[in-house]
């Protein structure tokens, strides 16, 4: 998971979507030894903010039209603010940030660490040490107070950033790509990379991720980079239609991510020469220094100025390219329902729906893996690529992770006309997609695997593993040894208790679950699951037979006082999982509105529902969407 923790770090970016008020200048503001610069595209001039004689150490554009920065006075930290829709801007202050410049101080970089935006917009955040125990501690600007204060411990703050919506992009076989509705396209196979990263080690383990789009919504950076140790490695930029790729070869991906402006120029730091003059020249290991470059749309490159910390100016609400893909409230959720594409996620402890917006492509199944990610498939025409997203609170979007090799129609099923699901199997550390369906085993016969620990893509187990799996069932092998505590006993489903065996069966009448008293066969019962809090089980009773056996899923408590088999499920075709409180969640019907144009009174009467089975066995509809899956099955 390494790759996916550096993307959460590198994901944070200054430039914030802001309003369409657009001044004519100060297109860019940087910093250059401690002076504010202002950068104009209309004429190109770089020119020095006078007005400011503190020391400016950091930059923040809240929208178009109000600059925060941090000053540096006596080693003691300041807000300030410039309103830049004033023809003369005067700097205002804002409040002191009850920081010293060495507790305000990112070691890695050896400056000051920069201020951001939260996640809601209200408030402006910055890092500062915590004076009794050490490490980081949020520091946070109230914009309708006008108060700082220190966040406490594991209060909820979340960082707004401006990256884009860029899960369409992966990279695969070390390269980078970028899948439309066509196909998918090689942004990286005409860069050189052998020159800039020195054996092949290093580019065989060559990594890539998107960062911003275009204005015009054509061109893409991504940063191209090796993940040992600290990582490094370069910004590229290159058009989505795979020409113009080009390496920033003096950029540096522990630098903030390149900017675009209004007209499609681009900004990134990149290095000058160091004069051989200056104190901190050294032939050895200090020849160069940072500096602000500037790539126009004729791709010449220009200097700016020198120093690493500039902001581009918002130029506009809506302008593609400029998206906001935060995801707040999947922190916490457990169940995810998908219909017509989209998922919808559920919190079980909250009871509470979340939308996931930040999704546009159209998923076709998904996975909980481990507890804080959620892996999907997505069609983009008619091929399908695997996505992940965090799940935690303001989660940056979705990460296109791979290129399954697959179509749609290959993940169809002939039976049911439904998608293919997603396997997790932890122990593997997988998820896996079956595809070929085959009508020798009703059921798919083949399997893709994504190694999410080593990020590979796997065709299929390999020798060993079919030996070992068997049934390649990561289900029945975690609850092998629960299955063992049940029994069957002159047509009744029994549990072990440490005392006498418990039925669990005897107070239901199957024969009301057949659908035609002439096929009722005595039960078979097969084991499913125990739930999380070891207090019931799921099972299923087979009573009658065709092609497959059919008959209905059964839920009881292990003292035996609740049993219920569920009406409307059928042990071919089933849909169900354990949540973590004990209750369940299954496919059921519910009644069919008579003004559905789907109604018919003599055989349409009914519409599938997931319906929620509390530990009291009660049961209510919980959603009107019946394809779902659970954290945990």
């Known amino acids: 998971m390494k790759r996916n923790f550096f993307f959460l770090i590198a994901i944070a970016t200054l430039g914030l979507v802001g309003c369409n008020h657009q ?11 401690g002076k504010l610069l202002f950068y104009s595209l209309g004429d190109e001039s770089m020119t020095p903010f006078e007005a400011e004689t503190d020391s400016v150490v950091n930059l923040l554009f809240t929208d178009s039209i109000h600059l925060y920065y941090t000053v540096a006075h006596d080693q003691q930290l300041a807000l300030k603010m410039l309103d830049l829709s004033t023809s003369k801007p005067t700097p205002i202050q804002c409040a002191d940030w009850n920081l010293s410049v060495d507790y305000a101080m990112d070691f890695m970089t050896g400056s000051v660490n920069n201020i951001y935006l939260d996640a809601s917009g209200k408030s402006i955040i910055i890092l500062g040490m915590d004076p009794e125990e050490g490490g980081y501690m ?14 406490s411990e594991g209060e909820d703050y979340g960082l707004r950033t401006n990256r884009t919506n860029v899960s369409r992009f992966f990279t695969e076989d070390h390269l980078f790509y970028y899948a439309t509705p066509e196909g ?39 940063s191209a980079m090796v993940l040992w140790g600290e990582g490094w490695g370069y910004y590229c930029v290159a058009a989505l239609d795979g020409t113009s790729q080009r390496i920033m070869a003096d950029s540096d991906i522990w630098h903030g991510c390149p900017e675009w402006l209004s007209d499609g120029s681009l900004v990134y730091i990149g290095e000058v020469p160091l004069p051989e003059t200056d104190p901190n020249y050294e032939p050895d290991y200090n020849t160069t220094q940072s500096c602000i ?62 939308p996931f917006v930040a999704e546009t492509d159209s998923v076709i199944n998904g996975v909980f893996v481990e507890d804080f990610s959620f892996y999907y498939t997505v069609k983009i025409g008619e091929e399908l690529y695997l996505k992940e997203v965090y799940l935690i609170d303001y ?16 993940c169809v099923s002939d039976t049911y006309g439904k998608a293919s699901t997603l396997a997790s199997m932890p122990s593997y550390t997988r998820v896996g997609i079956n595809y070929n369906f085959s009508w020798d ?19 299929g187990w390999s020798e060993d593993e079919e030996a070992e799996t068997d049934l390649f069932d990561d289900d029945f092998l975690q609850y092998e040894e629960d299955m063992e505590s049940f029994m069957v006993f002159e047509n009744n489903y029994y549990y072990l208790s440490d005392a006498d065996p418990i039925c669990l069966s005897d107070k239901i ?34 009573i009658e037979w065709g092609d497959l056996g059919h008959g209905p899923l059964c839920v009881a408590s292990l003292d035996g006082t609740v049993q219920k088999a569920l009406k409307g499920t059928d042990a071919a075709d089933l849909s169900w999982g354990w949540l973590g409180n004990g209750s369940l969640l299954y496919v059921g019907s519910e009644p ?6 789907a109604y018919d009174a003599e055989w349409n009467t009914t519409k599938p529902c997931v319906i929620i089975v509390h530990p009291d066995g009660t049961e209510e509809v919980l959603s009107h969407s019946y394809d779902f899956v659970v954290k945990g099955k």
């Open 23 to 33: 001044p004519k200048s100060n297109d860019l503001v940087a910093i250059e030894k």
């Open 395 to 410: 989660s940056p979007g979705p990460i296109m992770l791979t290129d399954w090799g697959l179509t749609i129609s290959d």
């Open 441 to 459: 085993f009703y059921n798919f016969s083949d399997i893709k695997f994504y190694d999410y620990a080593s990020s590979r893509k796997l065709d």
């Open 293 to 354: 470059k500037l790539i126009n749309t004729k791709g010449e490159t220009k200097t700016l100025g020198l120093g690493s910390i500039f902001a581009v100016r918002p130029f506009g609400v809506g302008v593609q390219g400029r998206t906001e893909v935060q995801q707040a409230g999947l922190e916490g959720c457990d169940v995810a329902f998908f219909d017509n594409g989209k998922v919808t996620f559920y919190n079980s402890e909250t009871n509470t729906f979340v």
């Open 592 to 597: 069919r509105p008579t003004d559905d144009p």
């Open 509 to 542: 009448n199957f024969k009301d679950y057949v659908s035609d008293p002439s096929y009722f066969e005595e039960p078979e019962f097969n084991f499913f699951a125990i739930d999380p809090t070891r207090s019931s089980v799921a099972y299923s009773a087979l």
């Open 138 to 151: 949020p520091y946070a600007y109230d914009l309708n107070t006008k108060t700082v204060r220190a966040l």
């Open 184 to 222: 998918k396209t090689c942004l990286s196979d005409s860069i050189e990379f052998s020159q800039y990263f020195s054996d092949e080690d290093e580019l065989q383990d060559l990594d890539f991720s998107p960062e911003t789009m275009s204005p015009d919504g054509k061109k893409v950076t991504y």
